[in-house]
């Protein structure tokens, strides 16, 4: 009987252990570890469709990819028909897939080829078989002569996004313009329990508007760099206080680049963690291998089961 109870003791521990494992952020998608950089991540609601931006080293140059489903089975990674030159970075799909909007500094006509600052643009197609449109830049008054980047669209058409325009407390803020049936609105600052005179950027924003995920950076509850942090809008309809989402999900390094599928219940989000590990090399293959892993520094996606 002791030895019986001492297997079942010992079968729980490994369950246990088991379950801690899965608690840690893992690779989104493993077909996309074959890249040191990218970042962004966002998925359509038939689940058949992943769209994310591949960077190169200096992250001077940027396009969106788009892997897609078919037969259980992701497809070999492709480049978007709108990308290519530019800066073309930080896709976000609307729920009925027909929509996507990211950030571009792409000039704002032909009459030029120079690189402006980052704007929001979107394209859009008939149906989820089409190709996409032409990039439409989104105008005033979501853009300005300053940067706005990282969309988020509710599901009333709400418009969330970053910015170092006029209307920031400090540095760069989370904005949004409303939808009121026919155009935006002014854009207006989240107020101070969202931003602070420091920098408060890439914001996922549920969309029924129940939470907003971003990162705060340099906080005096943070890790070390950015951190992803929630906030619950209350009864009033006000953003409470955000509250850091921890060890389990965040790192020492840079967190950012949240998006949350409710589908699955799963937080996708970007992470230059790293691993050092106090060791003597003894060749050189056991160090290129060290320098190649997972966690490396370089931006990649992790993803994190979690109930919000």
Request: hydrophobic share 30%; aromatic share 14%; glycine share 6%.
């Amino acid at each position: 009987m002791k030895k019986l109870f001492q297997i079942i003791f010992v079968l729980f521990l490994g369950i246990l252990g088991f379950s801690q494992e899965l608690t840690k952020p893992i690779p989104a998608c493993d077909i996309l570890k074959k890249y040191q950089n990218v970042r962004d991540f966002t998925i359509s609601t038939t689940q058949d469709e992943i769209y994310f931006t591949i960077q190169n080293p200096s992250e001077e140059r940027a396009v969106i990819a788009v892997i897609k489903k078919k037969k259980k089975r992701w497809s070999e990674p492709e480049m978007t028909s709108f990308s290519g030159n530019y800066r073309n970075l930080e896709p976000f799909l609307t729920q009925d897939g027909l929509r996507m909007y990211f950030a571009s500094n792409r000039p704002i006509d032909d009459e030029t080829t120079k690189a402006k600052d980052y704007d929001i643009w979107y394209v859009e197609r008939k149906d989820i078989k089409s190709d996409w449109s032409k990039p439409i830049n989104v105008g005033a008054p979501v853009n300005s002569d300053k940067d706005e980047f990282y969309p988020c669209i509710t599901a009333n058409g709400n418009l969330y996004f970053t910015s170092d325009a006029i209307k920031t407390l400090g540095k760069d803020d989370i904005l949004v313009c409303k939808w009121d049936g026919k155009q935006y609105t002014e854009p207006e600052n989240l107020g101070m329990n969202i931003n602070s005179t420091g920098y408060e950027f890439n914001a996922f924003v549920s969309p029924n508007e129940e939470f907003i995920i971003y990162t705060c950076y340099g906080r005096p509850d943070g890790l070390g760099s950015g951190d992803l942090c929630i906030s619950y809008k209350n009864n009033k309809g006000n953003w409470d206080e955000p509250k850091n989402l921890g060890v389990e999900i965040n790192s020492k390094k840079m967190d950012y680049c949240p998006f949350y599928d409710a589908t699955t219940q799963t937080l996708y989000f970007t992470s230059k963690r790293m691993i050092v590990i106090d060791k003597t090399f003894t060749n050189l293959k056991e160090f290129e291998t060290e320098i190649s892993s997972y966690e490396n520094g370089f931006s990649r996606i992790y993803k994190y089961q979690i109930k919000l």
